[in-house]
C-alpha cells in the first residue's frame, strides 16, 4: 500500500492538500471520515481502502465493495457554506468522477440524476455525501465525501441484487497498471479544481454536459418505495439547483428534489 500511495501523490497536482490513509480493509471510508472529523481532523484527509465489509449507499443502502475490484474512497471538507447547499458537493464530485473515468478509460461516463456514473447503460459508481451540522443553525460542522468505483468485476460477477445494473470500468484481468491510483489523483485533482468554488456556474453546464437522463423516460417513485407503480416521466432538463425537471404522462411538469424520488432508466 506504501508504494500506491507514493504513485497517488505523485499524481496530484497539490500533494500537500491531501493526506492520504491507506488501507488493505476496512469498515467504510465514510466511517472512518466521519471519525476524523468528529475529532477535529482538518480538511484533506482522504480515506481509501481496497476492501470494505460495511459499505454505505444513498439512502441507508449497502454499497458491495469486495477487495481488489474497486477504488473505495472518502474526503472529509469543511466547507464554508450552508448546510442547505450540501448538494453542491455531491453535484462537483460527479463531475469530477466523470470526467476521471473519461479520462482515465478513454469511454465518456455519463451521470445518472443526482449521484451515480455510468458506463453505457451500466452503473460504475455511486456516490454519497454525508454532512455533519455545527452549533451554528443551517451551517456545515463537516461533510463527508465518499465515493466508490467498480474497477473489475468480482470473481464470479456482481452479486444477484445488483447484476442487472452494475458494470465496471475494465474487464476482468484487462485493468491497465496503476489505473487504480491514476484514477484516484483524477478525482481528487478535479473535484478539488471545482470545489474552490462551487458557485461557479461552469460545474452546472458540465453536469448538464454529462447527464445520462436529458430527453429519456423515467420512472419516478418516492425514495424509499417499492419499485412497483412507478411514474413514467420525460426529463427535460437539470434545473439551476440541480433539480430534474420532468413532464409526466399527463402533461403535467414537476422538478424532482433529490432525497425525495429515486429514478428507473425505462428501455
Not at 429519456?216 to 425514495?223: D, F, K, L, M
Amino acid at each position: 500500500m506504501k508504494q500506491n500511495e507514493q504513485q497517488i501523490k505523485e499524481l496530484l497536482h497539490q500533494p500537500d492538500l491531501f493526506r492520504l490513509d491507506l488501507h488493505e480493509e476496512t469498515d467504510s471510508t465514510n466511517l472512518l471520515c466521519r471519525q476524523m472529523g468528529t475529532k477535529g481532523e482538518p480538511e484533506g484527509y482522504v480515506a481509501i481502502a481496497d476492501a470494505q465489509t460495511a459499505g454505505r449507499g444513498r439512502l441507508g443502502r449497502s454499497f458491495q465493495s469486495p477487495s481488489g475490484t474497486g477504488l473505495y474512497m472518502s474526503l472529509l471538507l469543511r466547507p464554508k457554506m450552508p448546510a442547505a447547499e450540501a448538494l453542491r458537493i455531491t453535484t462537483a464530485a460527479a463531475v469530477a468522477v466523470a470526467e476521471a473515468v473519461t479520462a482515465v478509460c478513454g469511454r465518456t461516463a455519463r451521470i445518472k440524476w443526482v449521484n451515480d456514473i455510468y458506463l453505457g447503460e451500466r452503473k460504475v459508481c455511486g456516490i454519497l455525501t454525508e454532512s455533519v451540522l455545527s452549533e451554528e443553525p443551517g451551517r456545515l460542522s463537516f461533510a463527508v465525501l465518499g465515493i466508490g468505483v467498480n474497477l473489475t468485476e468480482p470473481e464470479g460477477g456482481f452479486d444477484e441484487s445488483i447484476a442487472g445494473i452494475a458494470g465496471a470500468l475494465f474487464e476482468r484481468n484487462a485493468m491497465p497498471e496503476h489505473a487504480r491510483e491514476r484514477l484516484a489523483a483524477e478525482i481528487l485533482n478535479r473535484f478539488y479544481d471545482m470545489y474552490k468554488n462551487l458557485t461557479d456556474p461552469g460545474i452546472l453546464a458540465r453536469y448538464r454536459e454529462y447527464s445520462l437522463l436529458l430527453g429519456r423516460t423515467v420512472e419516478v417513485y418516492p425514495a424509499l418505495a417499492e419499485k412497483k407503480d412507478g411514474r413514467i416521466a420525460e426529463v427535460l432538463s437539470v434545473s439551476d439547483d440541480f433539480g430534474l425537471r420532468v413532464r409526466f404522462q399527463d402533461g403535467t411538469c414537476e422538478t424532482l428534489s433529490t432525497g425525495e424520488v429515486s429514478l428507473r432508466l425505462k428501455e
